[in-house]
């Protein structure tokens, strides 16, 4: 079974820094890794996804994933955070085979909140 | 271009009652997903169709919960007797399956309130 597990339910930065969120993934095949971004009252837009290309992603907004195998880990940054960015973030895998085939399960999700 | 469309967006009910959430996908999608969401739970996926025909609803709660996609462009999640525990945002996402594997496209959601 493939599962992500993302590290802190709740992130808090200033206007201007950086930011991380952090999702570490489980997965018995080489894994297609997602991050979503839902903002208040929306529905999920994906931000960004790696499907064994290049392992560094760069999505929409200036947001940047890096997928490290030796690290089961694909987390998510921003140089320079700015108000807008305060949604809540959520980390995916897609199974690629077995009984997981055809889902998109999430993790559950960090929450980033900026601050002026 | 539209995208996926749910309705209705809120809905408040009594225990007891039957509530019938309805979504339209993108055009020409081929996947349908029904996910629900929670504080508890985060998001659980409930059932996903490919061409309309149920592929896996292992994550239906129980047999109150039923999905129906009786055509390429619409498709319903109904529960009856609803219960409080089932008040939860409810979204519907659909996907091309050709190529982009996991690119979701999510409506707004139903967000299902049960007294």
């Known amino acids: 079974a493939q599962s992500v597990t993302q590290l802190g339910s709740h992130v808090s930065v200033s206007e201007g820094a950086l930011v991380l969120l952090r999702c570490n993934y489980s997965?018995?095949?080489?894994?297609?890794l997602f991050w979503y971004v839902q903002y208040p009252n929306q529905g999920l837009q994906l931000l960004l996804k790696?499907?064994?290309?290049?392992?560094l992603v760069k999505g929409i907004n200036g947001f940047e994933a890096e997928f490290k195998k030796s690290e089961t880990s694909f987390h998510l940054t921003k140089p320079s955070a700015h108000m807008s960015d305060a949604a809540e973030y959520f980390c995916a895998v897609w199974g690629a085979g077995g009984t997981s085939y055809g889902k998109l399960t999430f993790g559950q999700g960090t929450i980033l909140t900026v601050h002026p | 271009d539209a995208g996926v469309i749910q309705s209705p967006r809120h809905e408040v009910t009594e225990m007891g009652q039957e509530v019938t959430l309805r979504c339209k996908p993108i055009?020409?999608?081929?996947?349908l997903f029904w996910y629900r969401q929670t504080m508890m739970r985060g998001l659980e996926l409930l059932i996903y169709?490919?061409?309309?025909?149920?592929?896996?609803d292992s994550g239906m709660p129980e047999d109150r919960f039923s999905a129906k996609m009786p055509n390429a462009s619409f498709s319903t999640l109904k529960i009856q007797p609803s219960e409080p525990r089932d008040s939860a945002v409810y979204f519907c996402a659909s996907s091309l399956s050709s190529g982009e594997s996991g690119e979701l496209f999510f409506g707004e959601g139903s967000r299902l309130t049960v007294l």
């Open positions: 169709f490919n061409n309309n025909v149920p592929i896996d």
């Open positions: 997965s018995s095949v080489p894994p297609y």
């Open positions: 790696y499907t064994s290309a290049a392992t």
């Open positions: 055009s020409g999608h081929d996947y």
